[in-house]
Each structure stands twice: as structure tokens, then as C-alpha cells.
């Protein structure tokens, strides 16, 4: 037990490089925890000698430690290791005895219950509370970043690097054999392969080393004999893609070897290894690894569900993100099929239950403090806000997370597509973060807005007259008044009078937008990245001016 703790400790260090020091404290408190709560119920009690007993749940609890997210509230670690000791062994009778993986088991009823606490992932390499998607939620993520570990997830999987090197470990000591973790990831790739998903993407996002190298292998819940072995394994790779492609789980390690934990006994007695000349013993467990597979193969579809079979014909595979939010916003739903949005800077997906439409999924963007702040709206039918979420963001943790905050987002709540405009109108910001306010509802406004075409770019200018002209504008901070010069009827420069724009983005977008309209001679000029609302409102201040 200890030496097999002792080949976690790269996968730990990768996560304190990565994710800083809080992700030690979910770790060890787990781990710590479920050792100390098991000892009453270890022979001999409690021992100052051995304060940790003899390392099984200290083990089980930092296995289920590692299964964290970076953002994991700091009383999951207590609770969970309650349910390591308490469901996943005690209750089958201790050590030796469970049927399955205690830290799978406390991660499993975890992520049912609490589903938005224990997915709380962070930007790696960056301390401050930042929230990210993972690859396998559409996050971004090249191959090296994917076996460095530079990605969002949870605190022990991050790293494919890290975990080889404990598993080489555990495999040159022989705790570990190899058939089981090279079945699990030969068959998680074949699937993939199959499936049309890159394998070599799936071997090394989420939690399948992690699974295939700790998890899995679990002494005590795993098949004893060779080909059994083999048979365990393929039966957890294939079902954790499946899990992946076809549920709202993104991640599909913790229910696959739960599920194939529960085959072990059946594993065990039907694929054993003959004897040399046992021929009849040999024909019958062919017949045996058939059986099992059609039972694996019977077992995914029942969990799947006859109506997601049904259905599968007509349903769209959406992205990690898009599963998300399905799950939290309707529960109920089954399916997403992107739905034509009028606006390019907007995407929607139409949420289904069985056949019936529930609502929308809307997610758009706008500019805040210091980055583009994404955040997705549920709509229900009659297209009012029954849900919002800030999806992404890299603004200040200290004030420009708040917008995060539940107190600030139910204000939007109950808002519509047919009064877009007031939720601007009656923003009420965060103290000191109103860039960051103002950019999630201009987010939720330009949602709201997913029906209604842009404002078309005027073209040409065309003056009618030779003079000195203003005008006014409605940019991303208020007001924005300008000043143009016409001679020969062609405008030869404009100036702004006065704005209310950002400093370091707004205003220096004005400028630009004026050299490029007195350039062009033309109001159809691009926007300015990042400041896309003053661009407008620039240009609709000159338009003002010069009366088109």
C-alpha cells in the first residue's frame, strides 16, 4: 500500500506545480482523513506507532484525493473520505472484501450529488480563480500539453508523464502487471478509432491513465486470472469511450470500472486459464470471453437507454461544454442540435427531451476588464433566462470573479428576447468591477439577441455639404460625440469630443476607427478587435455627424 502511494507522488508533484498548493491540501486531506477514520475498525484500534494503519485507506483516500478538481470546495475531501471508508469498504466488510473501488465509489456518488463542485477546473500554472473547460469539454490542448500535463482537470490526471513514471514503477516492483493497462488503453483507442474520435487524443485526456495504471488495477476489485485480466481491461477501455461519446459524462473512467468491477466475479469463474492438453477446458473459455463481452455489450446498452439507441439517429454530438450545460440547466434533456443563429459572434443549441424541444442553450461573449468574458444562457421555450452561467474568463480574481457569483447573475434571471435592451439599462455592477459587469450583460444582451440580425455597416460616405460637423454615439461605456471636418465634400478628419470608453481598450480603438474611416472614405471598416462595442458606437457617431 505504501509503495503504491509512493508512485503517486510524481502525479502529486505534477499537480502543485500545476495547480498550487491548495491542490496538496485536497490530497492529504483526503488521504489523512480516510486513515484516521478507519482505524476503530481496524484490529487493534488506534496506535501511535502506526497512526495511519496499515496504508489501505490512506491509499484509497488519496486516490479519491487525485480524482479532485483544482477548485474542489475544502470540505469535499472530508466527506468523500467518509464515503471511501464508510460505502466503499466498511460496508462489504473491509479490507479484502469490497466489490468495488472505494475511491471510484465516493467519486461516483460525488459527481451525481454535487456535479458543479467537484468539476470546479482551473487555468493551469495560473493560482488566481480562474475557470476553464477541459479537452474533453472543447477546451484547447496539443499533444505535449496533454503529456505534460498543461491543461485543466483533475488534480491526478492531468499529467500522462507524471503517472508512467509511477506506473513504471509500480511495474518494475511487479505490484502492477501489464495486461491490464495495456488492454484498457488498446481498447479505448480501437474504440475510439471506430467511433471516428482521434485515439491517440483519447489515451491521453481525462482520467483513462490515471484509471488504467491505479484505478483499475486495484488488486481487490480486479480478476485474478491472465486472460481474465485482459478481458477486465478491454471491457474498461471500451466502455469508457463509450461513456464519453454517448452520455452527458464527459469523463467515463469512473462509471466503466465501477461497471467492470461488478463483472469480476463473473470474469473470474468463466475465463480461467487451462492447464497444458486441457482441450475441452480450452473450447469453453472461448465460449466464456464470448459470453462476456455479449453481457458487456448488453450491460452499455441497457445503461445507455433503449430511447438514447432510438434516438441516436437524429442526434447531434455536441462538445463537453454544451453536455455541461445540458446537465445543469435540464436535467431531463437528452439531446442538443445546433440551431442557425442570426449572429456570427453567437452560437445556440436547441435542447430536446426525447422529441420534444425544452429550451436553448446561448452562448456569446463580450469584452471585459482584461479578456473576453463567454457566458451561455438557458432559455426555456418562451425564450426567457432560466439559467446563466459564466462560462470562461481571465479577469482579476479578486473583483472581476464576482461576476461568477450567483448574487450578481439572478438579476438576469427571467429576462427576455422580446426586452434585450434592458438588461444594460438596468445593470446593477459589481463594486470596483464594472467592466467585468458591464461585459456579462452585453454577453447576456447580445444572447438575447440571437434571433435579430446586426445592424448592417453603412457604405460610402457621401456629404452634402462642406463644413464642420458633430454627432453622437452609443459605444461599449456610453456616449461618444465626435466632431467632423468635410472639404470638397470628403472628410478630412475626425475628432472625438468626449467618451466614456476604457482607457486601455475603448479610446485607443476611437482613433483607429477615425484613421481608418478618413482612409477609406467609408463607414464599412472593420471593427476593432476586443473593442467591437466602441467600434460601433464610433461609427455610428459619425454617421450622426453627417446625417446618413
Request: some cysteine.
Amino acid at each position: 500500500m505504501w509503495e503504491v502511494s509512493a508512485a503517486l507522488l510524481p502525479a502529486i508533484a505534477a499537480a502543485a506545480v500545476f495547480f498550487g498548493p491548495y491542490s496538496l491540501y485536497l490530497v492529504f486531506a483526503s488521504a489523512i482523513t480516510a486513515a484516521i477514520i478507519e482505524r476503530p475498525f481496524t484490529p487493534g484500534g488506534f496506535s501511535l506507532k502506526h497512526p495511519l494503519g496499515d496504508g489501505s485507506a490512506f491509499l484509497a483516500g488519496l486516490l479519491f484525493g487525485l480524482t479532485l478538481a483544482p477548485g474542489t470546495p475544502w470540505w469535499i475531501p472530508f466527506f468523500g473520505a467518509a464515503i471511501v471508508v464508510f460505502v466503499g469498504k466498511q460496508a462489504f466488510g473491509g479490507i479484502g472484501h469490497n466489490v468495488f473501488n472505494p475511491a471510484l465509489v465516493a467519486r461516483g456518488l460525488l459527481l451525481l450529488a454535487y456535479p458543479a463542485l467537484v468539476t470546479e477546473w482551473r487555468v493551469p500554472l495560473d493560482y488566481d480563480v480562474v475557470t476553464a473547460a477541459t479537452p474533453l469539454e472543447g477546451g484547447a490542448a496539443s499533444y505535449l500539453d496533454l503529456f505534460l500535463g498543461n491543461i485543466p482537470g483533475s488534480i491526478g490526471e492531468v499529467s500522462a508523464l507524471a503517472l508512467l513514471i509511477g506506473g513504471g514503477y509500480l511495474m518494475a516492483r511487479g505490484f502492477v502487471g501489464w495486461r491490464i493497462t495495456l488492454s484498457y488503453l488498446a481498447a479505448a483507442a480501437v474504440t475510439a478509432v471506430a467511433l471516428g474520435i482521434d485515439p491517440l487524443f483519447t489515451i491521453l485526456s481525462g482520467s483513462i491513465m490515471f484509471a488504467a495504471i491505479f484505478m483499475a488495477t486495484d488488486m481487490v476489485t480486479s480478476p485474478v486470472g491472465r486472460d481474465a485480466r485482459l478481458v477486465y481491461g478491454i471491457g474498461c477501455g471500451i466502455l469508457t469511450v463509450l461513456i464519453r461519446h454517448f452520455t452527458v459524462y464527459p469523463e467515463g473512467t469512473t462509471f466503466a470500472v465501477l461497471l467492470m468491477n461488478g463483472f469480476t466475479p463473473l470474469i473470474d469463474v468463466t475465463i480461467v486459464n487451462p492447464f497444458f492438453g486441457q482441450v475441452e477446458k480450452r473450447r469453453r473459455r472461448v465460449f466464456a470471453i464470448v459470453a462476456v463481452v455479449a453481457i458487456v455489450a448488453v450491460g452499455a446498452g441497457v445503461g445507455f437507454g433503449a430511447s438514447s439507441l432510438a434516438d441516436f439517429a437524429d442526434t447531434y454530438y455536441v462538445d463537453g461544454t454544451v453536455r455541461r450545460d445540458m446537465r445543469a440547466f435540464f436535467p431531463d434533456a437528452r439531446y442538443a442540435l445546433h440551431y442557425p443563429a442570426a449572429r456570427d459572434t453567437v452560437s445556440v443549441e436547441q435542447v430536446y427531451r426525447q422529441r420534444d424541444p425544452a429550451g436553448y442553450l446561448v452562448y456569446s461573449s463580450a469584452q471585459g476588464y482584461r479578456s473576453e468574458v463567454r457566458v451561455v444562457l438557458a432559455l426555456d421555450m418562451d425564450e426567457r433566462i432560466i439559467g446563466l452561467r459564466v462560462v470562461e474568463h481571465d479577469e482579476s480574481a479578486t473583483l472581476g470573479s464576482l461576476v461568477r457569483r450567483p448574487s450578481f447573475l439572478n438579476q438576469f434571471l427571467r429576462r427576455s428576447t422580446a426586452e434585450p435592451s434592458a438588461v444594460v439599462d438596468t445593470l446593477q455592477a459589481v463594486s470596483g468591477a464594472t467592466a467585468s459587469s458591464r461585459a456579462v450583460a452585453l454577453a447576456v444582451e447580445q444572447g438575447l439577441l440571437f434571433r435579430t440580425e446586426p445592424d448592417a455597416p453603412r457604405a460610402r460616405l457621401e456629404p452634402a455639404a462642406d463644413g464642420v460637423f458633430e454627432g453622437t454615439g452609443r459605444g461599449y461605456g456610453g456616449s461618444i460625440r465626435v466632431r467632423v471636418t468635410v472639404e470638397d465634400l470628403q472628410v478630412i478628419s475626425i475628432e472625438v469630443l468626449s467618451h466614456s470608453e476604457t482607457p486601455d481598450i475603448g479610446a485607443p480603438a476611437l482613433g483607429r476607427i477615425a484613421d481608418s474611416v478618413v482612409a477609406a472614405g467609408s463607414l464599412d471598416v472593420d471593427a476593432v478587435s476586443g473593442a467591437t462595442a466602441s467600434s460601433r458606437g464610433m461609427l455610428a457617431a459619425i454617421a450622426d455627424a453627417l446625417g446618413q
